[in-house]
């Protein structure tokens, strides 16, 4: 009886061990599915997302790097900060040394991160020198959405390239699941990339109109 009850045993934990790593490798499959990365070559903007201030530290790094010619920040008026996105963003470049004519910006209010790429798009038409390629820096999380955004907006004239921020930087993890505000982040971004097909590519007419009014970044 010990015997049956010692192999018993075995088998309940192996099968409670395989269940978990089974269900962790679709838990990482679904948060890896939303992050974009690309091996980054050089290209004439690098566009940082308005966000915390850790994306333009990494468009800083990246600029350093020489993986762009400038950079681009957009965003508008940021409530956390009481000032706005892009001139928080510049003010930080200078100081990191970033020279002044290598920093451009539009602070124009901005709804979503859709229209942050239409102003990408307004201030590539407006350049007196040809930009032909962007690397795109934000959140790990964010890239599928974002990345959809830039091909919807820019169409396949562009060179896009996605630079999410390393989790080591970010209070984001790629275990998703076994953090409060990783799981909202994950969950957020689904809705919201739906939301976008939705908004952007499948709706017209009064029903675009009544998504509009859920825009939000």
């Not at 200078?94 to 910006?105: D, F, N, R, V, Y």
């Not at 955004?149 to 996605?162: E, I």
């Not at 939301?195 to 007419?205: D, F």
Request: hydrophobic share 40%.
């Amino acid at each position: 009886m010990p015997r049956v009850m010692a192999i018993i045993i075995f088998f309940v934990v192996l099968f409670g061990a395989t269940l978990f790593i089974y269900n962790e490798h679709i838990l990482l499959a679904i948060g890896d599915f939303l992050v974009v990365q690309d091996k980054l070559e050089p290209a004439d903007v690098i566009h940082v997302i308005a966000g915390p201030d850790y994306r333009t530290e990494y468009g800083i790094q990246l600029y350093k790097q020489g993986y762009g010619r400038q950079i681009f920040f957009t965003g508008g008026w940021c409530p956390l900060h009481n000032e706005n996105h892009g001139q928080r963003g510049k003010e930080r470049a200078l100081k990191q040394g970033i020279p002044l004519e290598a920093i451009s910006l539009n602070d124009s209010k901005i709804t979503s991160t859709y229209s942050e790429v239409v102003r990408l798009k307004e201030f590539i038409a407006q350049s007196q020198a040809p930009i032909d390629s962007v690397i795109v820096v934000s959140d790990p999380h964010h890239m599928r959405r974002a990345r959809w955004t830039y091909r919807q907006v820019l169409g396949d004239q562009f060179s896009v390239q996605m630079a999410p921020i390393p989790f080591k930087l970010i209070p984001y993890h790629s275990r998703w699941w076994t953090d409060g505000k990783s799981r909202k982040m994950v969950r957020d971004e689904y809705v919201k990339f739906l939301y976008y097909i939705a908004r952007y590519q499948l709706s017209w007419g009064v029903v675009k109109e009544w998504l509009a009014s859920f825009d939000r970044d």
